[in-house]
């Protein structure tokens, strides 16, 4: 149990457009989802704590109107990065925790964005 | 967040055994400390986490120093798919502090 999914797990797009991430808990409900990007040969920088039924969270540099978060429901947060630019090409990843137990966090398989 | 300090990189044989240290010397007493691995090209997973007595679970064993300054992971026969990078947290475990701050890690890598 306790699987986090994203969608895609890579995705290309142009310089200028958007994209949505999908991070969706399969097997239990969370009521909070992280966001988080990581460079290569770099550690992982949270991005953004999603709650559900509320506004996201952004951590300190990161830019709310750029870095959309929708927490719609209590397995499915969306990330939407909106006017892409090659410096946006970084791994995503995402993780939630469960509402019953929050030590443990279960991290999605990352998507991988590529803006040309 | 209280900060860790890990070596860079480390290197084991297969199938010894791995000692992975963690330094925390500003570890608060509410902070936990957790232990998460990321394959390459994957998310993180959890592996352990304790408070103050050594835990073990099926992955791995965390023994955690008296004073609480310093912890180590013990992976207690590596494989070559324990090949990772090994983050050690410090999360303080009131309400509302879910979430995690990663360091740099330690980059194990296990030798045939």
């Known amino acids: 149990g306790a699987v986090v999914s994203q969608h895609p797990s890579w995705v290309i797009c142009k310089s200028g457009t958007s994209v949505k991430i999908e991070c969706r808990s399969l097997d239990f409900q969370a009521t909070t989802m992280f966001w988080y990007r990581q460079f290569p040969k770099q550690s992982l920088m949270l991005m953004a704590t999603?709650?559900?039924?509320?506004?996201?969270?952004?951590e300190q540099g990161v830019e709310k109107d750029k870095f959309l978060i929708n927490h719609a429901s209590l397995t499915l947060s969306t990330l939407t990065v909106t006017s892409a630019h090659p410096e946006d090409s970084s791994f995503y990843i995402c993780?939630?925790?469960?509402?019953?137990?929050?030590?443990?966090?279960?991290f999605g398989p990352g998507t991988r964005l590529t803006v040309t | 967040d209280a900060k860790t300090t890990q070596p860079n990189s480390m290197e084991s044989n297969e199938e010894e055994p791995v000692h992975l240290p963690c330094n925390h010397s500003?570890?608060?007493?509410?902070?936990?400390i957790h232990w998460y691995r990321q394959l390459p090209s994957q998310g993180p997973e959890y592996v352990i986490h304790g408070l103050t007595s050594n835990v073990n679970n099926r992955m791995a064993s965390l023994a955690i120093a008296e004073d609480r300054k310093s912890s180590t992971l013990i992976l207690h026969r590596a494989t070559l798919r324990d090949a990772a990078v090994y983050y050690c947290?410090?999360?303080?475990?009131?309400?509302?502090?879910?979430?995690?701050?990663f360091g740099t890690g330690t980059r194990l890598t296990i030798i045939p």
């Open positions: 999603s709650n559900e039924g509320s506004k996201a969270t952004y």
């Open positions: 993780s939630a925790c469960r509402l019953s137990s929050s030590y443990e966090q279960y």
């Open positions: 500003t570890i608060s007493g509410t902070d936990y």
């Open positions: 947290i410090l999360r303080d475990e009131g309400f509302g502090n879910e979430k995690l701050t």
